[in-house]
C-alpha cells in the first residue's frame, strides 16, 4: 500500500514568519493529496488539497505544491499567526478507485507571538 | 446537519471489557471508517464502510469489529480491550465511496479511549 512521510514532525516559527511542512509519497498512483490541520482537542479538518493535475494551489496565507516525478507535495502559510498553531497531517488516495486515505505521522506547529 | 456525531466523549476500560464505540452521521454519507490516532502515528485506518451491508479491513483491524446495518451508523466494536488499544478514535465519513475533492472527509469529534 501507499507510504506517506511527513517532515518535520515539530516546528516552532515567529508570528510573522513563513512555515514549511513537506510529506512524501510512495504509489505514483495517488492523485488527490489533502492537508488537515487539528487544533488541540478538536477534530482534523481540511483546510486545503491538491489534485495531481496540479501544480500548485492557493487559499489566502495558505499555499501547497506538488512534484509528482519526485512523489513529494508541500504545504506552505506564510504571515503565520497563533491561531496557526496546530498538528498539520498530510494525506494521500488514489480517487475513484481508493477507499483508504493514507495520512503523515503529523507535524506539531507552534506559532510564537 | 449535525454532521458526524461520535458517543461517548470519553471512556475508561479494564482489560478484557468489551464496548462499542458510537459512529452517526445524518448527510447520507456512502462512506464511512474508523481511524485511530496515537501520539507520533498519525491517523491509522481501522475499518471503513462504502454503503450499509459492506465493511472492510484497513491498516490495523486487529482487535476490532465493525458492522453497517444502516446508512447512518458504523459501530465500532473492541471485543476485548487491551491497554494497546488506548487511543483517540475518530469516525470519518463522505458523500462518494471514493473520496476525493469533491468529496471530502468528514471527521467527527472523536472518542478519547483509555484501558487500564
Known amino acids: 500500500g501507499e507510504n506517506v512521510e511527513q517532515h518535520p514532525s515539530t516546528l516552532s516559527v515567529q508570528e510573522g514568519d513563513s512555515a514549511v511542512i513537506k510529506c512524501t509519497y510512495s504509489d505514483s498512483a495517488s492523485n488527490y493529496f489533502p492537508w488537515y490541520k487539528q487544533e488541540l482537542g478538536k477534530r482534523p479538518q481540511l483546510i486545503i488539497d491538491i489534485r495531481s493535475n496540479v501544480g500548485e494551489k492557493k487559499d489566502q496565507r495558505i499555499a501547497v505544491t506538488l512534484n509528482k516525478t519526485a512523489k513529494h507535495f508541500s504545504l506552505h502559510i506564510t504571515e503565520t499567526q497563533p491561531e496557526d498553531s496546530a498538528v498539520y497531517f498530510c494525506a494521500a488516495i488514489i480517487t475513484n478507485t481508493g477507499n483508504q486515505f493514507y495520512f503523515g505521522t503529523g507535524t506539531s506547529l507552534t506559532v510564537i507571538p | 446537519n449535525a454532521g458526524v456525531t461520535q458517543t461517548p466523549k470519553f471512556q475508561v476500560l479494564k482489560t478484557g471489557q468489551s464496548m462499542t464505540l458510537q459512529c452517526a452521521q445524518d448527510?447520507?454519507?456512502?462512506?464511512m471508517s474508523w481511524y485511530r490516532q496515537d501520539p507520533g502515528m498519525g491517523l491509522r485506518l481501522i475499518h471503513y464502510?462504502?454503503?450499509?451491508?459492506?465493511?472492510d479491513q484497513g491498516e490495523v483491524p486487529n482487535g476490532y469489529n465493525v458492522s453497517r446495518s444502516t446508512t447512518e451508523d458504523f459501530p465500532l466494536r473492541l471485543l476485548s480491550a487491551a491497554p494497546s488499544q488506548t487511543s483517540v478514535y475518530f469516525c470519518?465519513?463522505?458523500?462518494?465511496?471514493?473520496?476525493?475533492?469533491?468529496?471530502?472527509?468528514?471527521f467527527g469529534n472523536g472518542t478519547r479511549l483509555t484501558v487500564t
Open positions: 464502510s462504502v454503503g450499509a451491508g459492506i465493511t
Open positions: 448527510m447520507n454519507h456512502e462512506y
Open positions: 470519518a465519513s463522505s458523500y462518494s465511496p471514493f473520496p476525493s475533492w469533491n468529496s471530502p472527509l468528514h
